[in-house]
Nanobody, 119 residues
């Protein structure tokens, strides 16, 4: 059974930084490209970033390119999202999922982690 547990969110001022973590279990992580998505109030969930199993390939949404960095520790079945130069428009609930292209693979979502950026 797939389990995805996101953590690390919080309240931060514009220009600040946060590091999110996603712990995966139940086969979600093995050999998978993993990614982050976010959903702001009143908006659809959107792709943020993804990283291949080998970590060689990473790709980002244009809105976060140059500010966010995705990484992973396969030994810990964990994927990270380092967020810098945060903007109020980054405010959202952040989720992780297995990724194909820029789309989530699983219908299942974890509880997410709230990121709030104040201006």
């Amino acid at each position: 059974q797939v389990q995805l547990v996101e953590s690390g969110g919080g309240l931060v001022q514009a220009g600040g930084s946060l590091r999110l973590s996603c712990a995966a279990s139940g086969g979600a992580f093995s050999s998978a490209t993993m990614g982050w998505f976010r959903q702001a109030p009143g908006k659809e969930r959107e792709f943020v970033a993804a990283i291949s199993w080998s970590t060689v390939i990473t790709y980002y949404a244009d809105s976060v390119k140059g500010r966010f960095t995705i990484s992973r520790d396969n030994a810990k079945n964990t994927v990270y999202l380092q967020m810098k130069s945060l903007k109020p428009e980054d405010t959202a609930v952040y989720y992780c999922n297995k990724v194909q292209g820029r789309r989530p693979v699983y219908d299942y979502w974890g509880q997410g982690t709230q990121v709030t950026v104040s201006s």
